[in-house]
């Protein structure tokens, strides 16, 4: 399964569930729900932000691995930090 963008997100929270068995997973400018600080977040958007990243990692760190995994993000990703895409 490759994903880009919210495709990314969308196929790293599939696999995380493991109701999906995956030979391989291809990610290109992952990020995760929320973020992992609150940097440059905008006021009206901060509630829950820190939480729901910590909560996506969990459920992140239940998966049951994959044949290959293979990630691409750029350093100058100014939509997805290169700090939470790691």
Do not use: C
């Not at 995380?16 to 400018?29: C, E, I, P, Q, R």
């Not at 820190?50 to 909560?55: R, Y």
Request: charged share 20%; aromatic share 10%; no cysteine.
């Amino acid at each position: 399964l490759f994903g880009f963008s919210a495709g990314a997100y969308a196929a790293v929270e599939m696999f995380a569930t493991g109701l999906v068995h995956f030979s391989g997973l291809g990610l290109g400018g992952v990020h995760g729900h929320g973020q992992s600080d609150l940097n440059s977040v905008p006021l009206t958007r901060k509630e829950d932000v820190t939480e729901k990243f910590q909560s996506f990692l969990a459920r992140l760190g239940e998966h049951e691995g994959a044949g290959w995994i293979e990630v691409t993000h750029s350093k100058t990703d100014k939509q997805s930090p290169w700090e939470d895409a790691k």
